[in-house]
């Protein structure tokens, strides 16, 4: 079984629609983020959190919101979709930071298509 | 300017061949280097760190020039299973957050 996993895979939605991302992780990690990735573009970083009452913002928050509902889980919304939000979204987990050693692991992807 | 840039490629080389390209970071205070790599459609995954004196792992070596602040990579004796993106990555600080270059492209021809 995944380490990772994410679910839906694949959304098509419509504008002004509300829309959950899930993501839930058997690593036992207690750092969980959110990212997304467009074409020419790197991993923007959306949201991070380091333990269940921890939530803070990435790069690029605005239209999006998190909850962590325990160490496992981490979910991402779009609470009124929009077309510039089609992207492929990635859930990641770490043991610890960013520092050398310490990977992040990513789930397979949710393909979000805003019409 | 971009925190990590790299050439987007596509290199297109055949089985057996060298190929090698950098990546350029803007931070100097960038403490952390990083290879992940990602098939097309994929989840990205951790190829390699980079360390200071450089290393090896197998057919792949990473390079560190802080002093002109990019990183390498060189894949030797090339494989068609090598065909994928490979992300640099740099962290700025030892906690949370990292920074993806949009990946280079290399594709290995039989």
């Known amino acids: 079984d995944a380490d990772v996993t994410q679910t839906p895979r694949n959304r098509i939605t419509k504008t002004g629609k509300r829309i959950m991302l899930e993501c839930s992780q058997t690593?036992?990690?207690?750092?969980m983020y959110w990212y997304r990735q467009d074409p020419g573009l790197g991993l923007r970083l959306i949201y991070y959190s380091f333990d269940v009452k921890d939530i803070n913002k990435g790069e690029i928050s605005d239209g999006y919101s998190v909850s962590r509902q325990a160490q496992a889980k981490f979910s991402l919304s779009l609470e009124s979709a929009i077309p510039n939000q089609t992207a492929l979204y990635f859930c990641a987990t770490s043991k610890e930071g960013g520092g050398a050693g310490n990977e992040q692991f990513f789930g397979p992807g949710t393909r979000l298509t805003v019409l | 300017r971009k925190e990590v840039e790299q050439d987007p490629g596509p290199f297109n080389v055949p089985e057996g061949a060298t190929v090698a390209f950098n990546c350029t970071y803007s931070n100097s205070a960038s403490q952390s280097f990083f290879w992940y790599r990602q098939d097309c459609r994929k989840e990205p995954k951790l190829l390699m760190s980079?360390?200071?004196s450089g290393n090896e792992d197998g057919r792949f070596t990473a390079q560190l020039n802080r002093a002109s602040q990019y990183i390498s990579l060189l894949i030797r004796d090339s494989k068609l299973s090598d065909s994928a993106t490979y992300l640099c990555v740099v962290n700025i600080r030892s906690d949370y957050k990292l920074s993806f270059g949009a990946g280079t492209t290399v594709t290995v021809r039989a």
């Open positions: 690593k036992g990690h207690d750092r």
């Open positions: 980079v360390y200071s």
